[in-house]
């Protein structure tokens, strides 16, 4: 596609419940990265992929959180049980391959917890 | 590690040069990126500095100083659309992963 597409812009979700959320990276992008941004904060790392292989979860914020990624493109972030402070901006970005700095950023999912 | 300081925010009018600075500590050093995201909107890339000096790119440039671990994002001619947070950023290329680490972030207010 012409850009990174993630879905939904918006969800809004009671503690408790499970939430999906979509990533359609840039075709033929190898790379892909999910990060996590609260209000008026920075970029916080939550997993990167290079295919459809997660070298590194390690910011994953706890076991609640899962992510997969398909035939070398679509990724699903996963949460289980959400609680309040899973509120957040979710961010998905692609690379061509990994190790290249120009990430090309998708608007994200705005994540909402009752 | 990798950690990285930036102010949290700048204001400046119309017109005006603005210099948004970016200090880093990292166990290994490859480059520093500079990011610009609007509110409510995507991060989009905008420089990248691998070596020292100054690269200019219109009415940005960015500049590295790696024996300093610093570097520094400069607008010029500001306009009001330049309102928007500036991210620095560095990789993280230690063992298994290659991700980019992001800095706090500086929030720019341009006013008329």
């Known amino acids: 596609g012409a850009g990174v597409s993630q879905s939904p812009s918006n969800k809004v979700t009671e503690k408790g419940k499970d939430v999906e959320l979509r990533c359609d990276p840039i075709s033929g992008h190898t790379a892909l990265y999910w990060y996590r941004q609260s209000l008026g904060q920075g970029l916080e790392f939550l997993i990167y992929f290079q295919g459809n292989s997660a070298p590194d979860k390690s910011g994953l914020p706890s076991d609640r959180f899962s992510a997969e990624r398909t035939g070398g493109s679509v990724s699903t972030l996963t949460i289980q049980r959400t609680q309040q402070e899973d509120s957040a901006v979710y961010l998905c970005?692609?690379?061509?391959?990994?190790?290249?700095?120009?990430?090309?950023f998708g608007s994200g999912t705005q994540l909402s917890v009752l | 590690g990798q950690s990285l300081e930036q102010p949290s925010e700048v204001t400046a009018v119309e017109g005006a040069i603005v210099q948004i600075n970016c200090t880093y500590q990292t166990s290994g050093f490859y480059g520093l990126s500079w990011y610009q995201q609007h509110d409510g909107g995507a991060p989009t890339f905008l420089s990248y500095n691998a070596l020292d000096g100054l690269e200019e790119t219109g009415r940005f440039s960015s500049f590295l100083s790696r024996s300093d671990s610093y570097g520094y994002l400069l607008l010029q001619e500001l306009q009001m659309k330049d309102s928007a947070s500036y991210f620095c950023?560095?990789?993280?290329?230690?063992?298994?992963?290659?991700?980019?680490?992001f800095g706090t972030g500086t929030r720019l207010q341009v006013f008329p």
């Open positions: 950023a560095v990789r993280d290329q230690t063992y298994n992963t290659d991700k980019l680490i």
């Open positions: 970005a692609s690379s061509l391959i990994g190790g290249n700095e120009k990430l090309f």
